[in-house]
C-alpha cells in the first residue's frame, strides 16, 4: 500500500540530533544528554499510600471517562498555587504540559502564520509547533533570554503579526538561563504594545536553589497570556500531567482542542496527584529535589572548572537541570558527539535547539541523574575530547594556506 502523507506528517522527520542521540543508549554511557529527572525525587511510597485510597474511596468515579477540564479539586489546587489570582475556571489540566504545546499549535497557528521563539528554544515546542506549518522566527537572546529590543523589532504588524512568542523565563531548557525582573517587565511591555500574545513555559521554575525567580509574566500580562505548568519536575513525569491557566476569552477553544486530542487527561492519576499534594506535600518535597539538584549543579561546576581547556565557557544556572557549553568557534559539537561516546560520555549538541540557524559549537549538559563520580568520570572524558578537537582545528588552521 502506497500511503499518501499530509504535508504536516511530511515535516515530522526524526531530528537527525535524535538519531544521532540513540548512540548514547549504549550500556556503560555517563549520559548528560537526557531531559529526564532524578528518579531518586519520585515520591513512590506518597503515590503507592494515595493509589490505595484513591481506589477506596473513589474508586469507580477514578476509572470512569471525566471532565475535559480536569478533576475539579486539582484545578483548584493548581490555581491556589499560582503567585497571582487564578480562578480553577481559568485551568486545563492536559497530558504533561507537552499536550499544552500541542493544543496551542492547533488553535493558533495557521499555515505560515509567524511566531516568535528564544534562541535557543525547547526542542519539543518546535516538534509541537512544526506540522501546523509555522514561520518560526528567533528572536535574538542574551543570557538573561529574549530580548526585548529584537522582540520589539521581530513582533510584526496586521496580518503579519506574530500569533504568539514562546517564552521559557525560569532555567531555560536548554540553556538553564533566567530572566531577570527588568527584562521580564521590558518583554511584557513590548507584548503589550505590540499586541503579540505570551505563552509561558515553566516546568522548572520551583526548582530554584538559592532563591526563588522573579514573577511570571503571566502574573502582568493575564489576558494576554497563556501560562503551562506540570507536574513532571516537582512529582514524576511518567504521570503526564500538566496544566494550562488560560484567559477566559482563549480558554474554550483550547477546551475543544483538549476534546479532540484525548477527551481527558487520565482520571486516575488526577486524583491521586490531588491525594499526594492534599496536606502540603509540595511544601516539603520540592525543597528535597531543590538541595539534590544544587549539589549535582555544584559538582559539575567544579568539574568543568578542574577538567575544561582554556576556551571552553559555561553558565552557572540558579535553578532547574541544564547547563549550557559553548566550545571555542570552529568546534563542532555534532562531530564531537560520536568522538565522546567513544569515550562513553553523552551530551546533546546545542545545534538541536534553534529555530533557524544553529549555533554548532554548543552543548546541553543535564547535571541531575549521573552521581557525584559519573560527572568526574565523564568531564574529565568529555574534557580530553575537546581537548583533542582543538588541537586538530588548530594543526587544520596552521595547515591550511594563507589567504592574502
Ligand atoms: C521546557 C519544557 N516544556 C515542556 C516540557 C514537557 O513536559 P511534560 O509534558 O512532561 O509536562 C518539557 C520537558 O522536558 C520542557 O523541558
Known amino acids: 500500500m502506497n500511503w499518501t502523507l499530509a504535508a504536516r506528517a511530511e515535516k515530522m522527520n526524526p531530528s537527525v540530533i535524535r538519531e544521532i542521540l540513540k548512540v548514547t543508549e549504549k550500556p556503560g554511557i555517563i549520559s548528560f544528554a537526557g531531559g529526564l529527572p532524578s528518579p531518586k525525587t519520585f515520591p513512590v511510597a506518597e503515590f503507592r499510600a494515595a493509589c490505595e485510597k484513591v481506589l477506596t474511596e473513589d474508586g469507580p468515579a477514578s476509572l470512569q ?43 493558533l497557528i495557521d499555515q505560515g502564520s509567524r511566531i516568535l521563539v528564544e534562541t535557543p528554544t525547547y526542542l519539543g515546542a518546535l516538534q509541537a509547533f512544526t506540522p501546523m506549518e509555522p514561520r518560526a522566527v528567533a528572536v535574538a537572546s542574551d543570557d538573561e533570554g529574549l530580548r526585548a529590543d529584537d522582540f520589539q523589532a521581530k513582533a510584526g504588524q496586521g496580518a503579519e503579526r506574530a500569533r504568539f512568542a514562546y517564552l521559557l523565563p525560569n532555567f531555560q531548557n536548554p540553556t538553564g538561563r533566567t530572566m531577570s525582573e527588568a527584562r521580564r517587565a521590558a518583554v511584557v511591555a513590548v507584548a503589550q504594545e505590540t499586541g503579540v500574545p505570551l505563552v509561558e513555559d515553566n516546568p522548572y521554575g520551583d526548582l530554584w536553589f538559592d532563591q526563588p525567580p522573579p514573577a511570571p509574566l503571566t502574573a502582568r500580562n493575564r489576558e494576554g497570556g497563556v501560562y503551562l505548568g506540570s507536574f513532571s519536575k516537582v512529582l514524576a513525569p511518567g504521570l503526564r500531567l500538566g496544566f494550562m491557566v488560560a484567559p477566559p476569552g482563549l480558554y474554550p477553544k483550547l477546551l475543544q482542542a483538549k476534546q479532540a486530542a484525548d477527551l481527558h487527561s487520565p482520571s486516575f492519576n488526577q486524583r491521586m496527584v490531588a491525594q499526594v499534594m492534599q496536606d502540603g506535600f509540595l511544601g516539603r518535597h520540592v525543597p528535597t529535589i531543590r538541595a539534590l539538584y544544587k549539589s549535582q549543579r555544584d559538582h559539575m561546576l567544579a568539574a568543568l572548572e578542574r577538567e575544561m581547556p582554556e576556551g571552553v565557557q559555561w553558565n552557572k544556572p540558579v535553578g532547574g537541570m541544564f547547563l549550557w557549553v559553548r566550545l571555542p568557534q570552529g568546534v563542532d559539537a555534532v562531530a564531537l558527539l560520536p568522538r565522546a561516546v567513544e569515550r562513553n560520555v553523552a551530551f546533546v549538541p546545542g545545534a538541536a535547539f534553534y529555530a533557524d540557524t544553529p549555533e554548532t559549537h554548543t552543548m546541553r549538559l543535564s547535571f ?37
Open 65 to 107: 471517562y471525566a471532565a475535559s477540564e480536569g478533576y475539579g479539586p486539582l484545578r483548584e489546587m493548581v490555581a491556589a498555587g499560582l503567585p497571582w489570582k487564578v480562578s480553577p475556571s481559568q485551568v486545563l489540566i492536559t497530558t504533561g504540559s507537552q499536550q499544552g504545546l500541542d493544543l496551542i499549535a492547533k488553535i
Open 368 to 404: 541531575v541523574t549521573a552521581s557525584h563520580s559519573q560527572i568526574d568520570t565523564g568531564i574529565a572524558a568529555l574534557a580530553q575530547t575537546i581537548r583533542e578537537a582543538i588541537a586538530a582545528l588548530d594543526t587544520q588552521r596552521q595547515a591550511a594556506p594563507v589567504q592574502l
